[in-house]
């Protein structure tokens, strides 16, 4: 069965330090894999996804991810985190189908 | 553009009362769905509609009804609402149900049912 496992719920990091959320999943065949950002009473917006390709992906608000085949992974990452990044991630793959797998997904807080 | 529109923003029921919650998309896309989100969960497909006129059972679909009513919306309906509704329903829309497109999100519906 498919799955997304994210195994941090809650993650703190001081501005200006790096950040590195991780994501593994569960899917046979080569996946569409997802993040998305949902700040405090809005809905989810894409920051990036991978299908095919060159396995770094950039996305928006200088995030970045790494599609890892043999660890199957797709850890999301930002050199320098900002105060505005605080919000809940989730990582998500997309099946044949169309329908998205949801992580449980991680909370971002973000120290002065 | 809007985007993806949700009404309406909060709902307090009590138990057995019925409601239906209002979805509508304006970037023309042939796909629409309905998500639950509980802390500790992410989100849980309800129901789905691949094309105006189709609609299939998504991961957590009892107690819950739907209508494409045409291209542009998509509804859900609580019959008989029941404490354990109490969530945040999110509608999305994507260009078709291939696995790589991407879903854009409305900005949710937080219901609580007594």
């Known amino acids: 069965a498919q799955s997304v496992t994210q195994p941090d719920i809650h993650i703190t990091v001081s501005e200006g330090a790096s950040l590195e959320l991780r994501c593994n999943y569960s899917y046979g065949a080569t996946p569409y894999l997802f993040w998305y950002v949902q700040s405090p009473g809005q809905g989810l917006q894409l920051l990036l996804k991978y299908f095919s390709g060159d396995t770094l992906v950039q996305g928006i608000k200088g995030f970045e991810a790494e599609f890892k085949r043999s660890q199957s992974s797709f850890n999301l990452r930002k050199p320098s985190v900002h105060w505005s990044d605080a919000a809940e991630y989730f990582c998500?793959?997309?099946?044949?189908?169309?329908?998205?797998?949801f992580g449980q997904g991680t909370e971002l807080s973000v120290k002065p | 553009n809007a985007g993806v529109t949700q009404t309406p923003k909060f709902q307090v029921l009590k138990t057995g009362q019925s409601m239906t919650l209002q979805c509508a998309q304006d970037?023309?896309?042939?796909?629409m769905y309905w998500y639950r989100q509980d802390p500790g969960m992410g989100l849980r497909l309800i129901y789905y509609s691949a094309s105006e006129g189709t609609t299939d059972k998504g991961e957590v679909p009892n107690g819950y009804n739907v209508s494409r009513l045409n291209k542009r919306e998509f509804s859900l309906r609580l019959e008989s609402a029941a404490p354990s509704q109490t969530s945040v329903y999110f509608c999305a829309s994507s260009e078709s149900l291939l696995g790589y497109n991407e879903q854009f999100f409305g900005p949710g519906t937080r219901l609580t049912v007594l």
């Open positions: 970037m023309n896309h042939n796909s």
């Open positions: 998500a793959v997309g099946n044949q189908g169309g329908k998205l797998i």
